[in-house]
């Protein structure tokens, strides 16, 4: 994941956003995984929520989207649900 307070992530998303806007998607994206299970650590699934948000950004970059903050919460709350999701079924299966 590359929009909370790790450096290294705020970094590969500063070209395209000046800090206070990063700070702000930040808040967003913690809101968004909340909102599906608090306890899912963003950092344990970085692939699959820097997918997500990479191709965001394109669609924003693009033109194609018009509500970037709704996008992102959006984009990362199904992501976490999916995770959570996969979760259950782990436990339920003991896979």
Request: a positive charge.
């Amino acid at each position: 994941m590359f929009l909370y307070n790790s450096e290294s992530n705020l970094e590969l998303a500063s070209p395209f956003f000046k800090s206070s806007k990063l700070y702000q998607l930040s808040g967003i994206i913690f809101s968004s995984k909340a909102s599906i299970d608090r306890n899912i650590v963003l950092e344990h699934h970085e692939s699959k929520n820097r997918k997500a948000l990479l191709s965001v950004i394109s669609a924003y970059k693009k033109g194609k989207v018009e509500c970037l903050e709704l996008l992102v919460y959006t984009a990362i709350k199904r992501v976490t649900c999916s995770i959570k999701v996969k979760l259950i079924m782990e436990e339920a299966w003991e896979i």
